[in-house]
């Protein structure tokens, strides 16, 4: 067990927003179940531990928009009024991407693919009506999710296809022009590949000479024990900032289980073979693992710390390990353990360790 010295005591009787306050925001995503529950137990510890709070699924287009004259407000609606009650820095996520549309979303009625104007038509319909309904409560939104592959350049996404490069632009013009006050963010997940990163600053530096009104880049931090390099990590951390914008480490976890073939980007639609080999601690993390997976987070921390004069921002995707979609990606039916806390919802050791570098 690490000793608990003064910060790590401290933060018994605060949280994780407490101990880093000054420093960036400390956030968590929510999924709908851990909404509509309500558990007073749970939200007390959001409440205590948590200055930022994201929506999992249920402001993407699909969940929150599967048809064009359908709107599904229960889940978002408690979660910005959660947020507002707990003065959070609330993140709406997201408004464009290319997974979990609606399933007609880029068809007319007819089933037929829709023009770029109509399809600019309704990404304008679509943002204007949900960055419009929070208004002045949504602190930001990733305007735009991963639309760019790797080294690659553009994803080839039915956006690029339909609309053209220009999407991105007119992702952030249509909600910039609804609420001028909100943050708006390009998020994306491997964003320590080199070649990613060059593609994003180079779309950014340009973006912004055409009056693209963006203000943050979104590292999501989906890393392991072995991966990412943590250098170049950091190089993109220095590279994104120096553009101007606010970095945000917007889905923070690191996965202990072995690498399934390689993986270890964020694209839902991978799958895996389950074996046993991949699934070791079904019985609980070994005290071996749980110290390297502290090392691991401590060793990130350090660098957020380095840039906290162009982090606002550090996001856990989800709060206990029990609702990690790392339970299931890329392999379903394992048992993960990559959050702060367990599936108890009790401090683990990434937790005190990661505290204790404020003492």
Known sequence: MLKHNAAVRAAESTGLKDVFH??????????ALKMLESSPEYLALLAKEFSAITMENNMKWGVVHPQEDTWNWEVPDKFVDFGTKNNMYILGHCLVWHSQMARDGFVDRDGNQLSREAMLKRMQNHIATLV??????????????????????????????????????????????VDPAAGLLYNDYNMHNPGKRQFVVGWVESAKKRGVPITGIGMQGHVGLGYPDINEFEKSIVAYGKTGLKVHITEMDVDVLPVARGRTGANISDSAQYSDELNPYVDGMPEEIEKQQADRYVEFFKVFLRHRDVIQRISFWCTGDGESWKNNFPVRGRTNYPLMFDRNYKRKACYDAVVALKD
């Open 22 to 31: 000054g420093d960036f925001y400390i956030g968590t995503a929510i999924s």
């Open 132 to 177: 419009g309904r929070y208004k002045g409560r949504v602190s930001a939104w990733d305007a735009v999710n991963e639309a760019v592959d790797e080294d690659r350049g553009w994803r080839k996404s039915r956006w690029l296809e339909i609309i053209g490069e220009d999407f991105m632009d007119y992702a952030f013009h249509y909600a910039h022009d």
